[in-house]
């Protein structure tokens, strides 16, 4: 189960960080994703990070602004988000892939557990 975080309302240019805390015992064998889904458009991928952390992917569009990292000793993991702009306004979604599952991937079919998803709001 995974339960998403940290969500608000900020100003353009600020920042936020959004924390994912998952139970169960194969947290540190996931690779962990972020996904968003804005009004009106398709969930697209943000960032994943491969179960040790040393394997990072994002979309181009939050590239040099966000970054995943995850602490597998508290099952959580982290978008820390930089320079947010009104772009950025979206649910956002962590998610799993299944432990057998080594790589990032920037498919949301790759995922299998789903977050509830925290809202994060971005004003001009």
């Known amino acids: 189960q995974l339960q998403a975080y940290g969500g608000g309302s900020v100003q353009a240019g600020g920042s936020l960080r959004l924390s994912c805390a998952a139970s169960?015992?194969?947290?540190?064998?996931?690779?962990m994703g972020w996904f968003r889904q804005a009004p009106g458009k398709e969930r697209e991928f943000v960032a994943a990070i491969n179960w040790s952390g040393d394997t990072t992917s994002y979309a181009d569009s939050v590239k040099g602004r966000f970054t995943i990292s995850r602490d597998n000793a508290k099952n959580t993991v982290y978008l820390q988000m930089n320079s947010l702009t009104p772009e950025d306004t979206a649910v956002y979604y962590c998610a799993a892939r299944p432990p057998e599952y080594r790589f990032t991937s920037t498919y949301d079919s790759a995922y299998t557990a789903w977050g509830q998803g925290t809202q994060v709001t971005v004003s001009s």
């Open positions: 169960g015992r194969t947290f540190s064998r996931r690779v």
